[in-house]
């Protein structure tokens, strides 16, 4: 309508191609392009964005262990951030699960990213990995846990680096089972996770633990998926 900025938004997307044995690719091209009607709106900003790309590209192996990896990498920028026209940023993960046995499934996961705003014209580098095994007791229960590490450092001058470590334990009831240790959906958990961090994390935690460095949270919940 009259009086707003316009946004078109085209997409193209490649699903599931055949690349090798057991292994598709997925490709997306997306973008935000802006329309301003100035003599409504008034000049645009000169360091608005008017065109903003948003590539991502996935490799799916089947066929590891009963289990699959799955490579992604994305580029974004412009206003699938911030709309700042310098404003961009790169994201690489990988996620890896192996089901050697019925009983016994572990998942394997990390990502990277570099993300640049061009407000403030700072850069952002944050990674983080992680371990989740499951071990199915009988076909209803299971006991699973997780680990996981992670890292967050701007490149201002002075900056230190955020870090925080998670390790949790979750007793499990899952009503319904294919056989298979992972992915059987409900699940209810009952869980308990035990985490600590550097001093440059604590305001990012202060809600729960006020100044501390550590913490320890525990509870219940249902995860399910459609």
Known sequence: PEGTV???????R???????PGGTLTVGVLAKMLTWNEEVNG?????AASFSPFLFARHSQSGILNGGNNLAVVYKGGCFLDCHEDSRAIIVSDDLLLQPTQQFS??????FKNQKSGMSDVTNNSWAVGV?????V?????LQGDAGYFYNKDDTDGAAA?????????PTIMPFTDGFAWGV???IRFYVNYAYWNEEQTPAQSALFGGDESGVTFGTYVETWF
Do not use: Q, S, Y
């Open 43 to 47: 000049e645009k900003p000169d360091e």
């Open 138 to 142: 009988t076909d209803h229960f299971a």
């Open 14 to 20: 490649l699903e599931n191609m055949p690349v090798n």
């Open 106 to 111: 572990v998942v394997l996961a990390g990502v």
């Open 162 to 170: 955020n870090t925080m470590f998670k390790i949790g334990f979750a």
């Open 132 to 136: 989740r095994p499951l071990f199915k």
């Open 185 to 187: 959906r409900p699940e």
């Open 6 to 12: 316009a946004t078109w938004m085209p997409d193209v």
